[in-house]
């Protein structure tokens, strides 16, 4: 089986698994209680914080355990923007960009629903992106957080974020972008991005599900969401999962070293995979941005197909992959990414995407992309009137 | 010093069992998310939803009554926002929270954010002198207004002092004004019997490191009819209440350990009780100023709870440690400012009678020898602590968490 379904979810390392081994067994202590079991798990917590904190160029204070990134986004944008709000009453109005994923878009919504705030759409042009002057636009003085993802999951556009960030403070607002798809494929300095809340995910990086960090500068504002026993300075209250942050840690830590390498190597990769699959499927049309996307990500529309027969084709040909959003998976719903840059409903449903590990092989690339010659061919064959 | 801690702290957290490691590192090694459709993704589909099967067999409910969260705190949390938020929705006037005075501070806390943020009144429910919530306050509560309550939350088993609440008659006093009602059983799950459906509960927390599982992973047991605004929203997974992948391994790893220990529950029980027999016998023999805390005998088979006359808590915890044995003051601090537990103070303690706490909690690799390493060493480290006195100092150590 080739697998091409990175972005949804990716195996634990072995190192990974190799570093977490200890804490989740002999070495179980809770960090909270003051006997030696517990300061021996502090103590672990402290190194993974630390070590997280070195790769995002931050405070180890700024890094706070979740359990992945869907908590992550939830208590960046709904945290930040009731902390702000607050602080400044006028401030009741949130912006997100059009093509976020949907636990920013949802968290956005619930401000709306039950929390009397407003919610603010950005557009984004044909590839995806969104134009830091319209960004600019729609802030002012009322707005309590502006949250735009750094790279999107279903179609791999990456955006500017570093403007975006710089649009933002102009404005005195609070800046957070979901990273999770970026990492371990770009540069996560938040110093450099300028961000003052970022998302991030361990599954999507080798580390297990059910671990994440966000990342909030110092003097941010920001609100608790699950509230207890006053972990993680207040932010995130519940017993700290040690062996998870030490994993998490671990893989961050790997994926950064190898970053430089692979994700040159695998962009290069992509780019030969897109264009087979451009020249070699007949009416095949990718969907993002040709330039500014994720070396891992190679999305395409086929019409005169559906997007679930053409997965289904593939999985019997041995490739995996996806149509878009594993949260999304099984949803008659065409996305609201693709209608974001412009597709029609029709089109958008025949979308499919290919995300590939770091460790892919140009051998499986180029099977793959004979594979989807084929698959999309004989689902259309299958469609075509006798 | 023996070279191996004794652990006497199982209420904070709890070594893994054999069988939740097994599941967890077989699950480790294999790959999927449970969103997605491919090959992988259906695996770790049914690895999840055998989980769910396993996890409410073991706490009597249906398998669509489980949401998985990433912990007892998560869980409490969703409970108390979710059912406030879709109650008060529902209807506005209903704003009041009914909660007892020992609750686990994920509650309290949440209940305390409530009134703070949004417009929640809490009602707090008095408990007695061995720490049972008052059925008479709850009573007089419903009678009083009830079309006011948007929820009632009393915890099934408190985590310092061990007692247990009388849930059934909680349950059945708000249900007759139609309040529904959540229990936190982070502590009694596994403990002690607990069944969902017998108990008519609407909600119920359970935590997976309390019972032998992983950290990070938990669960609300919630009534298939029962509504409920989400606190972490998203790609809608869990019935639309949690969002969030679904983390596989640990899933396996809890609903491994809630088989094994509902499996064996009622031995455990019975060697637990014997074993904290013991040791409570011991204590009063070692110390006999030392008053044994929490209901006699309607209290968790595991949980010791003693309060020391003339010594702080945090100093006895200290010279425990250095003598090699394990424990906890049993009072959660969130602001590195030790303060006296807020639940002795419920149950009608003094500040100064309140400091001299200390928990010995046992667990699944709890031995005897571990019950005689602590007599051993008590005497010395109480008569230190003593020593070491009460007023004015400042204290070296923080009071330590409870969960």
């Known amino acids: 089986m080739i697998y091409l379904d990175a972005a949804a979810t990716t195996p634990v390392r072995r190192e990974v698994l190799e570093a977490m081994w200890p804490y989740l067994t002999g070495e179980f202590g809770n960090p909270s209680s003051h006997h030696e079991t517990g300061e021996r798990a502090a103590a672990a917590l402290r190194a993974a914080r630390a070590d997280v904190a070195a790769t995002l160029g931050c405070r180890p204070s700024e890094v706070i355990f979740t359990s992945g990134g869907t908590e992550a986004d939830n208590l960046a944008v709904q945290g930040i923007a009731l902390a702000r709000a607050a602080r400044d009453p006028r401030r009741r109005r949130v912006v997100i960009s059009a093509v976020e994923h949907a636990a920013v878009t949802a968290s956005a919504e619930f401000l709306a629903r039950v929390l009397g705030f407003t919610v603010s759409r950005v557009p984004v042009d044909s590839q995806g992106r969104v134009d830091p002057a319209e960004l600019s636009g729609l802030l002012d003085d009322d707005v309590a957080l502006c949250s735009v993802m750094y790279a999107n999951n279903e179609i791999g556009t990456v955006q500017a974020v570093a403007e975006l960030a710089a649009a933002a403070r102009a404005s005195d607002v609070p800046f957070h972008t979901d990273a999770v798809q970026a990492a371990g494929w770009l540069p996560l300095d938040v110093a450099a991005l300028g961000v003052d809340a970022m998302s991030l995910s361990g599954h999507k990086l080798g580390a297990p599900k059910g671990t994440g960090v966000l990342y909030v500068r110092s003097r941010t504002p920001l609100e608790p969401l699950i509230h207890g026993g006053g972990q993680e300075r207040g932010a995130r209250s519940g017993t700290e999962n040690v062996a998870g942050a030490v994993g998490f840690a671990a893989a961050l830590r790997l994926a950064e070293a190898a970053r430089p390498v692979q994700a040159a190597r695998v962009a290069a990769l992509r780019s030969r995979f897109i264009d087979r699959v451009l020249a070699e499927v007949p009416g095949s049309l990718l969907t993002g941005a040709p330039e500014e996307r994720l070396p891992s990500v190679a999305s395409f529309c086929f019409p005169g197909t559906s997007g679930e027969s053409v997965l289904l084709e593939l999985e019997r040909a041995g490739v995996t992959c996806s149509s878009g959003s594993a949260c999304a998976a099984g949803s008659d719903e065409p996305s609201e990414v693709l209608l974001a840059t412009g597709l029609d409903r029709e089109t958008a449903q025949t979308a499919v995407r290919f995300s590939f590990p770091a460790a892919v092989a140009e051998e499986e690339l180029e099977e793959a992309a004979e594979r989807v010659r084929q698959a999309v061919a004989a689902v259309r064959a299958l469609r075509a009137p006798a | ?403």
């Open chain 2, 1 to 403: 010093m023996p070279i191996e801690p004794v652990y006497l702290d199982h209420a904070a957290t709890t070594p893994i069992s054999p069988a939740a490691l097994a599941a967890m590192t077989r699950e480790l090694s294999r790959n999927g998310n449970p969103s997605s459709l491919h090959g992988s993704g259906r695996r770790a589909r049914r690895v999840v939803e055998d989980a769910r099967e396993a996890l409410a067999a073991a706490a009597g409910a249906h398998p669509s009554e489980v949401i998985f969260t990433s912990g007892g705190t998560e869980s409490d949390n969703l409970a108390v926002k979710g059912l406030f938020w879709a109650r008060r929705d529902a209807d506005p006037r209903r704003t009041r929270i009914l909660c007892s005075a020992i609750e686990h501070h994920a509650v309290l806390d949440t209940v305390e954010w409530l009134e703070k943020h949004e417009g929640a009144e809490a009602v707090w429910l008095p408990v007695d002198a061995e720490g049972t919530v008052s059925l008479e306050a709850l009573q007089a509560e419903l009678e009083a207004g009830a079309e006011t309550i948007a929820l009632v939350t009393v915890m099934w088993a408190n985590n310092e002092v061990g007692t247990v609440q009388p849930v059934a008659e909680i349950v059945q006093a708000a249900h007759a004004h139609g309040i529904p009602v959540h229990s936190d059983a982070v502590q009694a799950f596994g403990a002690v019997p607990v069944d969902f459906a017998a108990s008519g509960l609407d909600a119920m927390s359970v935590s997976g490191h309390k019972i032998g599982g992983p950290v990070g992973i938990g669960a609300l047991l919630l009534g298939r009819s029962v509504r409920l605004t989400p606190v972490l929203h998203g790609g809608g997974q869990e019935r639309d209440v949690r969002s969030g992948t679904l983390a596989a391994p640990a899933i396996a790893a809890f609903a491994a350990a809630a088989e094994d220990a509902a499996a064996h529950l009622a031995e455990e029980r019975n060697r637990l009780e014997t074993l904290r027999d013991r040791l409570v016998d011991g204590v009063r023999k070692a110390v006999p100023e030392a008053v044994l805390r929490g209901h006699p005998t309607r209290r968790l088979p595991g949980n010791a709870h003693f309060t020391f006359p003339g010594c702080e808590g945090d100093s006895l915890l200290f010279l425990l440690d250095l003598a090699g044995v394990e424990s906890s003051t049993g009072s959660a601090c969130t602001a590195g400012v030790p303060r006296p537990s807020h639940v002795l103070l419920a149950m009608g303690l003094s500040e100064a009678g309140a400091r001299g706490a200390q928990r010995f909690t046992l667990g699944h690799t709890s031995t005897e020898a571990d019950v005689e390493a602590l007599l051993a060493a008590l005497p010395n480290a109480y008569a230190r602590a003593k020593q070491a006195g009460m007023a004015g100092h400042a204290s070296r150590i923080q009071t330590a968490g409870t969960r």
